[in-house]
T-cell receptor, first 113, second 113 residues
Framework: EAGVAQSPRYKIIEKRQSVAFWCNPI?????LYWYQQILGQGPKLLIQ????????DSQLPKDRFSAERLKGVDSTLKIQPAKLEDSAVYLC???????????FGPGTRLTVT | AQSVTQPDIHITVSEGASLELRCNYS??????LFWYVQSPGQGLQLLLK??????LVQGIKGFEAEFKRSQSSFNLRKPSVHWSDAAEYFC???????????FGKGTTLSVSS
């Protein structure tokens, strides 16, 4: 069974630029999560989808971050414009349903200079 | 406030020695507890989880953890550490409703020969 796929694996941008990350969850998984992991900290939820609906986006900085999950499968996370403090690893996870075990992708490491 | 505390930022253990990583949580509802491991450049891998029942849970790679409700703790143990166990370990808490996980800041494990 293929795992959660993410791309790109690494991205370096300058502040005020925009960037997008892509996540392909495990086939059949209804719930998808985006976490932000800043160096030296544990992952923090940005947004949680159930199919193509948002369950929780209370910690998403909506003035600069946006996410979508069209057709309830793949998801994209966008940052526009990026700030230095957005440098982090962005992890995507999926689960069969909202109560299921979460499986994590390898993450995208973003560096904002 | 809901939180997870991992008091030890970095631990060094000799190969073959026993290991205990500490985790304390503060959570309003009945907690679901997890331990994840993250190797460099890799995503998070679930080691074990506790939902209910026997308070001593067994996981993969020879790890176990004990849930102590009175101490709000969920410490991870391994009787004999291998060099390949060197990684970062995260404790996390969730709930039955399936809200996203709250992670601790992690403990980095180094294994000396």
């Amino acid at each position: 069974e293929a795992g959660v796929a993410q791309s790109p694996r690494y991205k370096i941008i300058e502040k005020r630029q925009s960037v997008a990350f892509w996540c392909n969850p495990i086939s059949g998984h209804a719930t998808l999560y985006w976490y932000q992991q800043i160096l030296g900290q544990g992952p923090k939820l940005l947004i949680q989808f159930q199919n193509n609906g948002v369950v929780d986006d209370s910690q998403l900085p909506k003035d600069r971050f946006s996410a979508e999950r069209l057709k309830g499968v793949d998801s994209t996370l966008k940052i526009q414009p990026a700030k230095l403090e957005d440098s982090a690893v962005y992890l995507c996870a999926s689960s069969l349903d909202i109560q299921g075990e979460q499986y994590f992708g390898p993450g995208t490491r973003l560096t904002v200079t | 406030a809901q939180s997870v505390t991992q008091p030890d930022i970095h631990i060094t253990v000799s190969e073959g020695a026993s290991l205990e990583l500490r985790c304390n949580y503060s959570y309003g509802a009945t907690p679901y507890l997890f331990w994840y491991v993250q190797s460099p450049g890799q995503g998070l891998q679930l080691l074990l989880k506790y939902f209910s029942g026997d308070t001593l849970v067994q996981g993969i790679k020879g790890f176990e953890a004990e849930f102590k409700r009175s101490q709000s703790s969920f410490n991870l143990r391994k009787p004999s550490v291998h060099w390949s166990d060197a990684a970062e370990y995260f404790c996390a808490v969730g709930n039955q409703a399936g809200t996203a996980l709250i992670f601790g800041k992690g403990t980095t494990l180094s294994v000396s020969s």
